[in-house]
């Protein structure tokens, strides 16, 4: 678990990181700098969970030997399939922070506990900012605020 007390709101006993893979954690289905040693870090804390339609074929390999699930969505109803699997994580009573930068992120975001919307490389689609707590130009940023308590206090607090 991984605990953030957000001064002005509340204290949070976050439970899983549900991640999005291109252009979120990915470029061009290869992942990102830094990525990989901030998510061996959290996986210490959070289960983590690579969500995707897999658009290049290319996360399990990418993947491989990396401490988090994959889970590959069908491709032809990618916002609810998202949406759902976070649904079901809170209804089983577990506190959720999600990262993602695509329209297919959108409802994902809406519905995690935390949410981030990742500025890649790759862009941003600017509808899923209304369900997002946080943007940040990179998943590697992203995931350094995690690891950072006092910095995501800052940026969040009331």
């Known amino acids: 678990m991984l605990t953030r ?3 002005g709101d509340k204290v949070y ?3 899983y990181l549900v991640l999005d893979f291109n252009g979120t954690i990915a470029e061009d289905g290869l ?4 990525v990989k040693e901030c998510i ?4 210490g804390y959070l289960n983590i969970t690579v ?3 897999d658009t290049f074929g290319s996360v399990e390999a990418a993947l491989d030997g990396w401490p988090v699930a994959v889970k590959i969505i069908d491709s032809t109803d990618q916002i609810e399939a ?5 649904e079901t994580l809170q209804q089983a009573g577990a506190q959720v ?3 993602g930068n695509g329209l297919n992120d959108k409802k994902m975001l809406a519905e995690a506990d935390l949410a981030l919307a990742v500025l890649g490389s790759e862009g941003l689609c600017t509808q899923i900012l209304d369900g997002a707590d946080l943007l ?4 590697t940023e992203g995931l350094e605020l995690l690891l950072n308590e006092k910095a995501l206090s800052a940026t969040l607090k009331s």
């Open 82 to 86: 998202k949406r759902n699997f976070v």
């Open 97 to 99: 922070i999600a990262l």
């Open 51 to 53: 969500l995707t339609a």
């Open 13 to 15: 006993g976050f439970d």
């Open 5 to 7: 007390n957000i001064p």
């Open 31 to 34: 992942p990102c700098e830094g």
């Open 40 to 43: 061996e870090q959290l996986s």
């Open 136 to 139: 940040v130009r990179s998943a």
